[in-house]
């Protein structure tokens, strides 16, 4: 069983940057890929990136070059670097990963991104 905790969100102005990081409840070592998925009010969740155990990492196409996805296993956690952030990045981002028992996911953290 796995427990994931998002933390970071927040609200801030266009082009700005925020780091998003995902808690996990023990060890990752044995997840093979994390997941960070977004979904604004109306939308369906939409996955953002991720990245595997062996440093494999994937974007969506709408933030390629201006996110980062990054993992820590020392740490238990996996972050989000954003930066140049627009108003159609706003949303709830979510943590996910799967393992032999299902899929966990995090409750969410908010991002807001307006003047």
């Known amino acids: 069983q796995v427990q994931l905790v998002e933390s970071g969100g927040g609200l801030v102005q266009p082009g700005g940057s925020l780091r998003l990081s995902c808690a996990a409840s023990r060890s990752i070592f044995e997840l093979n890929v994390m997941y960070w998925y977004r979904q604004a009010p109306g939308k369906q969740r939409e996955l953002v990136a991720s990245?595997?155990?062996?440093?494999?990492?994937n974007y969506a196409d709408s933030v390629k070059g201006r996110f980062a996805i990054s993992r820590d296993n020392a740490k238990n956690t996996v972050s989000l670097h954003m930066n140049s952030l627009k108003p159609e990045d706003t949303a709830v981002y979510y943590c996910?990963?799967?393992?032999?028992?299902?899929?966990?996911w995090g409750q969410g953290t908010q991002v807001t991104v307006s003047s």
């Open positions: 990245i595997s155990s062996g440093g494999y990492r």
């Open positions: 996910n990963t799967e393992s032999s028992s299902g899929a966990y």
